[in-house]
């Protein structure tokens, strides 16, 4: 079985990798900068940005602490990722990525269930 993923909170109907960057753009356009995604199969997929730098995160079911993409070696930290409740929170540059290698991460997700075979992340289960 081929596994589908939803916005949780916009409609219903499956996105594609094709259709999932414009969803997402769409989405940090009107100021809303965390999205969940939930696929067929339990997992989730989360994305906060910044607008600058993201954090992408896989989980495979409620309560799991996941895994997360990684920037190994970056020095620093952004502020500004701000969470649909209204939390603003602060990353270190390290467990986040730039928004464009974000985007590349989620698309690949989205369209094999998996990292792309040259994404960094970090295991924290």
């Known amino acids: 079985m ?17 259709v999932v960057l ?8 009107s100021g809303q900068l ?8 339990g997992r989730s997929l989360a994305f906060v940005t910044n607008t600058e730098r993201a954090m992408v995160m896989l989980l495979e079911d409620e309560g799991d602490p996941g895994e997360h993409a990684v920037a190994p070696g970056a020095k620093g930290s952004s502020d500004g ?27 690949h997700i989205i369209g094999t269930g998996s990292w792309p075979a040259d994404a960094r992340w970090a295991v924290d289960r």
């Open 34 to 41: 965390e999205t969940w995604l939930t696929s067929s199969s």
């Open 2 to 18: 081929i596994e589908s993923w939803v916005i949780n909170d916009d409609s219903p109907v499956p996105v594609s990798s094709a």
């Open 81 to 107: 990722f701000v969470l649909s409740n209204g939390q603003s929170d602060e990353y270190p540059d390290e467990d986040t990525v730039p928004i464009r290698e974000a985007f590349r991460l989620v698309e």
């Open 22 to 29: 414009e969803a997402l753009r769409s989405r940090i356009d």
